[in-house]
């Protein structure tokens, strides 16, 4: 799923192509993308682009007009934004699920997966997009460490749990909690409530740094572009997706915690102090703490 890097270089693209823009047609292809029916979704159609926003890992486009009309985008896991030049474009195939003709080109909104889960909205008023669109989480790039702080241990849970909720912490999930657990060297199924002082400040600071490090990644990569490769696994990621892999700093064998359809990776010598977490014993132990799926963990 797009977290916070992606859907932040997706959006600067989206300055780029479409705002100022005239959102002249909309093809809803995909049966079960539009969640919403009031107002219908070519009350759009028309209006210019005049800015853009994130809402977690939603995008939001907001259209000209005095009645505030917004369009929301949740990609989930497998939903991607491509953008081609030419107006009218059509969909791909199976995974084509809706088309917003420009002027100047098309931007295409696919998904990669039997299951559908990607959802777009158009959405009247700003109070009713944050009512329904703003999970609450606050945002680890804007916020101190003591916001950070009371956020991360406003209930006791593990560290992967409490970064991938989007009431706690706005944009994260399953790749870059990983990544961020790997370089505050903590485990993933450390308790939030057992964390000291100097803990805290490793992961504040850890999330700051792989987050801000991870946009500019992908900034400099799509430069004026679009960006057309989105993904949760790059070659230069530390942990997330390399199980078996050598470790970065210490050449140990990534290892991973698969629960149900969910699979979280670390390292054993830099988080776990050398201990290898067991599935089963875990099953047991985190229960409803451990989500069952990356939808669960991402939704």
Known sequence: MPELPDVVVYLEALDRFVVGRELRKIRVIGVSLL??????????????????????????????????????????????LRWRDQPGAKPPGKIGLAAFDFDNGTLLLTEASKRKKASLWLVNGAKTLADDHDRGGVEPLEVDEAAFRDALTDRNRT???????????????????????????????????????????????????????????????????FPDKVTAFHDDMAVHGKYNQPCPVCAAPVQRIVYADNEVNYCPQCQTGGRMLADRSLSRLLKDDWPRSIEDLED
């Open 159 to 225: 560290l992967k749990r409490a970064l991938c909720d989007p009431t706690a912490f706005s944009g994260i999930g399953n790749a870059y909690s990983d990544e961020i657990l790997f370089h505050a060297g903590l485990s993933p199924v450390q308790r939030t409530g057992n964390l000291d002082d100097d803990e805290i400040t490793r992961l504040f600071e850890a999330t700051r740094s792989t987050l801000v490090d991870w946009t500019d990644r992908h900034r400099q990569a799509v430069g004026d572009g």
């Open 35 to 80: 969640q919403t029916f009031d107002p219908p979704i070519s009350a759009a159609e028309g209006r210019a682009v005049v800015g853009t926003r994130r809402l977690g890992k939603r995008l939001v486009l907001e259209m000209d007009g005095a009645d505030d009309l917004f369009l929301v985008i949740h990609l989930m896991v497998a939903g991607r």
